[in-house]
């Protein structure tokens, strides 16, 4: 496996006036930004041999190093639903304790690799493939970032309310993830708005 470091919008005040343009653009998208550890998740047989896993799953963090964490049998159990085929990295969130009593959560957003092949496809087209992954059953654990279009001002002002939403990540529908094996890159497809905090991870 090569690992490529997930995309990382660039940050933006909600006072910006990105945020009207964007509110404005047909090709714009706003997703809840969560509180919570940004997680690289692999199924991989092959990684698995490698790296510490659950049942073939690797739970990477943003910055190339497994994730100290155990997930409880009942994440495990809904991500085994999935069949996801062999080879698949989904781009998420893990929400564990980072807002208190939430735990054993992930919120998904972006589609990195599919079956083995890298998924060079624009964001509109990952995001229906992502959809069609996890629309297969109700589940306790697993959840699709849900997409919002225009008035990002109002929203924001409304979703930031709950303690576990960080904020809003605004992408552009038809942007491409910039693929690089050394870092974090940082793209202006994703724009990241979110509410004061110094407790915040990348």
């Not at 509110?23 to 997703?31: G, L």
């Not at 957003?109 to 599919?114: F, I």
């Not at 409304?158 to 605004?170: A, D, H, Q, R």
Request: charged share 25%.
């Amino acid at each position: 496996m090569l690992y490529y470091y997930p995309n990382k919008p660039i940050l933006i005040t909600i006072d910006s006036k990105l945020i009207a343009e964007k509110s404005a653009d047909p090709n714009s998208v706003a997703e809840i930004k969560k509180n919570g550890t940004r997680l690289c998740l692999w199924q991989s047989k092959e990684e698995a041999l490698k790296h510490h896993n659950y049942n073939n799953f690797i739970f990477w963090n943003s910055h190339k190093s497994v994730l100290k964490y155990q997930p409880c049998a009942e994440l495990l159990d809904e991500l085994r639903s999935l069949n996801l085929p062999n080879n698949t990295h989904l781009d998420a969130e893990l929400l564990h304790f980072k807002t208190t009593d939430i735990k054993h959560q992930i919120y998904f957003y972006d589609l990195y690799w599919y079956n083995g092949q890298q998924c060079f496809q624009e964001f509109r087209a990952r995001r229906d493939i992502l959809g069609n992954i996890l629309a297969k059953q109700n589940f306790k654990h697993l959840e699709l970032a849900t997409q919002y279009k225009g008035e990002y001002k109002k929203l924001f002002d409304k979703v930031i309310v709950k303690k576990e939403n960080e904020g809003l990540v605004i992408k552009d529908e038809l942007g491409k993830i910039v693929w690089n094996l050394k870092t974090l890159v940082e793209v202006n497809w994703q724009l990241k708005v979110r509410k004061p905090s110094s407790n915040y991870s990348v």
